[in-house]
């Protein structure tokens, strides 16, 4: 069992910066950290992931070039570090983790998610 825990949302000027952080407790090491997000009325959408012992990243293609995800072994804990954020990155922000997976992008192939944390980019 995995619990995840988001931190770091709120709300920013177009342009501006934040950073998610999404602590894991549980005593299981995943395989992969993702971030997905969800705007209202639309879909879950990959953002980025990282695979947990290779500190590998991949990125979905909204956030190519702007963001970064990283992760701290020593603390179990995933970052998302956002910059020039635009109106259109409004969204919840979920921190999901996989035991062990197929497809990177898939949501279905993260077993644990957290409950989320809401990014507002103002314009």
């Known amino acids: 069992q995995v619990q995840l825990q988001e931190s770091g949302g709120g709300l920013v000027q177009a342009g501006g910066s934040l950073r998610l952080s999404c602590a894991a407790s549980?005593?299981?090491?995943?395989?992969?950290m993702a971030w997905f997000r969800q705007a209202p009325g639309k879909e879950r959408e990959f953002v980025a992931a990282?695979?947990?012992?290779?500190?590998?990243?991949w990125y979905g293609d909204s956030a190519k070039g702007r963001f970064t995800i990283a992760r701290d072994t020593t603390k179990n804990t995933g970052y998302l570090h956002m910059n020039n954020l635009k109106p259109e990155d409004t969204a919840v922000y979920y921190c999901?983790?996989?035991?062990?997976?197929?497809?990177?992008?898939?949501?279905?192939?993260?077993?644990?998610w957290g409950r989320g944390a809401q990014v507002t980019v103002s314009s």
């Open positions: 999901a983790v996989a035991l062990g997976l197929l497809s990177i992008t898939d949501a279905r192939e993260y077993r644990y």
């Open positions: 549980g005593g299981t090491r995943p395989s992969h």
């Open positions: 990282i695979a947990w012992q290779y500190d590998s990243p």
